[in-house]
Structures are given as C-alpha cells and as structure tokens.
C-alpha cells in the first residue's frame, strides 16, 4: 500500500527534523563540556570560517572571528585538562524550554535555552576557592544561531548568559 505526502507534510517533517538535530547539537555541547573537552565542541560543532563566528561563555568574554573562537577553544581546552584544581569538580548542565527558529529559507536557525547548572569548583574567581571544594549554583540561558552545513547544523554564535552564579 502507497502512501502519498504532500509537500506540506515534507516541510512539516523536515522542520521537525532540523529542529531535533539542532536540539541534539546542543545536547553534544553540554556532553563535551560535561567530558572536559572544549577542543571537540569547536571541531565537531561549529562552523569554522566567517567573521560572524563567535563564542561567549559566561564571563570569560566575546571571541568574534573563527581564529579568535578557536584560540578561545584550544586555551580552555587546555585549562580544563589541567587537573591542578580539577579535584571534586562537578559542573552538571540542565538545560531546558528549547526554542528554536527556522529561517523562512530553512538554511539558519535562532536558538534559546534556560540553564540551571549546580556546581562543585575549587577555581576562581568569586564565589570559588581555589583551594576549598565550593558548591555553587549557576542559572542562565544559552543563546545561539547555526547554520545549516553539508555535515548537518554547525554553531555560528555561542552565547551562555549568566543570570545568577552564588554559593549555595
């Protein structure tokens, strides 16, 4: 038995697709934050050329450009292999309430959620020690836009906003 699909109900699929993909590429990003290795988020998730390529992650500041994103990649990358004050560290990500908005072309997409991060750090700055194991909660939002590639939904923009970070 054929069954036909009307265009409509391709377009209604493939957005639902790409919006899943994209959701999962996020999912990807925490994965490697969670596993320590920043370097794989710039290889494997973003976009690696064009001056609109930038990365923001709570206050360690704005990296515009693809050169300047990597270098950003490749320093944390290194800081957090570094297991000098690793010891007990936990940095757990819930992320939640995705939103996600296709271009009308389909080809790029805005992208938005809500973060509560409980923490365990023994780093600076405030409100860590850098000696004490400190608990600490972290709540925000990830703001982001892609683009579609030939290798599926890459990162342009990364943008983690903090609202809160306190001791708990």
Not at 68 to 73: D, S, Y
Not at 136 to 151: E, P, Q, S
Request: aromatic share 14%.
């Amino acid at each position: 038995m054929e069954v036909e699909v009307t265009n409509e109900q391709l377009a209604k699929l493939r957005k639902a697709a790409d919006i899943t993909e994209i959701q999962m590429l996020m999912g990807r990003l925490v994965a490697y934050l969670e596993q320590m290795d920043a370097l794989s988020i710039w290889e494997k998730l973003f976009v690696h050329e064009g001056e609109d390529v930038s990365v923001e992650l709570g206050d360690y500041g704005v990296y515009k450009g693809s050169e300047h994103a990597e270098q950003f990649f490749r320093a944390y990358d290194a800081y957090l292999k570094d297991p000098a004050d690793k010891r007990g560290w936990m940095d757990f990500r819930n992320l939640v309430t995705p939103y996600v908005v296709l271009s009308r072309d389909g080809e790029s997409a805005y992208a938005s959620w809500s973060c509560f991060a409980p923490q365990a750090k023994q780093a600076l700055p405030f409100p860590a020690c850098e000696r004490t194991l400190t608990a600490i909660w972290n709540a925000g939002k990830y703001v982001c836009t892609l683009r579609r590639t030939g290798d599926g939904w890459r990162f342009v923009t990364l943008r983690e906003v903090v609202y809160i970070r306190t001791p708990f």
